[in-house]
Structures are given as C-alpha cells and as structure tokens.
T-cell receptor, first 113, second 112 residues
Framework: SAVISQKPSRDICQRGTSLTIQCQVD?????MFWYRQQPGQSLTLIAT?????????ESGFVIDKFPISRPNLTFSTLTVSNMSPEDSSIYLC??????????FGSGTRLTVV | QKEVEQNSGPLSVPEGAIASLNCTYS??????FFWYRQYSGKSPELIMS????GDKEDGRFTAQLNKASQYVSLLIRDSQPSDSATYLC????????????FGKGTRLSVIA
C-alpha cells in the first residue's frame, strides 16, 4: 500500500498567520483527500484534490481559508489561512490504495494561540 | 447528506470477551466499507475492509456487511487491553477514487 510522508507533525502558530501542510506519497495517485479531526471528534473531509484541476471542497470549507495545491500525482499541500484558535485540530491527508483501503499520513497537530 | 452512524460508547468489555461494534450508513450507493482503529494521538489504521455481503474474517477480527439493511459490524474475539482504542467505521462509493465518510467512532475499553 502507499506510504505518505506528512509534514510538519505539529506546530504552534499565532492567530492570523498561515500554515502549509505537505503530503508526499511514494507512488502516483489520482485523488488525495484532506481531513480535519477536531479534538475528541471523528474525521471530517475538507476537500478532494485531483491533479490538474481545482480541489473540490465540502460544505463549510472554502478555498480562501484552505487553499490546496496538487502540482503532480505524488504531492499535495493544504494551507490553513488566517488562523484562529478554532482551527486547532489534527489535519490528515489520505489516498486510496485499492484493495488495501485508504492510507493516511501521520497527521499534523495544529495549535493556534 | 451521506451519514454514517455509530454508537459512540464507551464500550467496555473484559479481557478475552467478544467486542461487537456496529455501524449504519445512509447512502445505498456505498460499495466499500472499512473499519479503522485509532489510538489517541495517532492516525487511523486500517483493520478490515469489506465489499460484499456476508462475513470476512482476519485473525481475531470479523467484519459483517448487510447491504439490504445498510449495516456493517466488527467483531473482535479474545479482546486484549491493546485493543482499547477508538474504532471508526468508514464507507465510500468507489474505493480509491471517492473520499471516505466516517462515523463518529466507538471508543472501546478492554478491561484486564
């Protein structure tokens, strides 16, 4: 199954700033998915990133707040912009891996102060 | 609105017992079903996948799928304290190309 390297693993950021999270996959994948996991909650899909096209955002998430890049079939970034304490969460990227299900990056634990 | 429902628990079982975790989903078009285990502070880890009606066994784990009832379950036999975690049910339309929709998760506690 695919292996995902996600960076950074954690960060503490000042409100009003931005953080870019990177995910590198060891194989080419068509779709990459970005999730948010708020404290004590399950995973909520932010957007689907398809190489060569604009990401598709879920209700409640907008491109200005969570811009996504997908420059090639092995890499994607998610930026959390103009952060507030409510953005404190774990952010995860994921790819489908056929019969192996979906694999996840190790997550980015973001704290906004 | 695609929904996946799970009992949030906590579900407590004694060591060696069978833990039974249940999940229902709303989208009849769902084709692929997964159970993930998530330890605190860690990313989800795939336990089982199931794609057709019936049972699928892998070691101490058995997944059961009933598409007519829109119901998925996970049985953990001979539960161990190391099985204590949150179990997430996830479904999708087309494995690999469509995103997973997650339930809220069931917290399992195995008591030694």
């Amino acid at each position: 199954s695919a292996v995902i390297s996600q960076k950074p693993s954690r960060d503490i950021c000042q409100r009003g700033t931005s953080l870019t999270i990177q995910c590198q996959v060891d194989s080419q994948v068509t779709m990459m998915f970005w999730y948010r996991q708020q404290p004590g909650q399950s995973l909520t899909l932010i957007a689907t990133a398809n190489q060569g096209s604009e990401a598709t955002y879920e209700s409640g998430f907008v491109i200005d707040k969570f811009p996504i890049s997908r420059p090639n079939l092995t890499f994607s970034t998610l930026t959390v912009s103009n952060m507030s304490p409510e953005d404190s969460s774990i952010y995860l990227c994921s790819v489908g891996a056929g019969a192996y299900g979906y694999t996840f990056g190790s997550g980015t634990r973001l704290t906004v102060v | 609105q695609k929904e996946v429902e799970q009992n949030s628990g906590p579900l407590s079982v004694p060591e060696g017992a069978i833990a039974s975790l249940n999940c229902t989903y709303s989208d009849r078009g769902s084709q692929s079903f997964f159970w993930y285990r998530q330890y605190s502070g860690k990313s989800p880890e795939l336990i089982m996948s199931i794609y057709s009606n019936g049972d699928k066994e892998d070691g101490r784990f058995t997944a059961q799928l009933n598409k007519a009832s829109q119901y998925v379950s996970l049985l953990i036999r001979d539960s161990q304290p190391s099985d204590s975690a949150t179990y997430l049910c996830a479904v999708t339309l087309n494995s690999g190309n469509t995103p997973l929709v997650f339930g809220k998760g069931t917290r399992l506690s195995v008591i030694a």
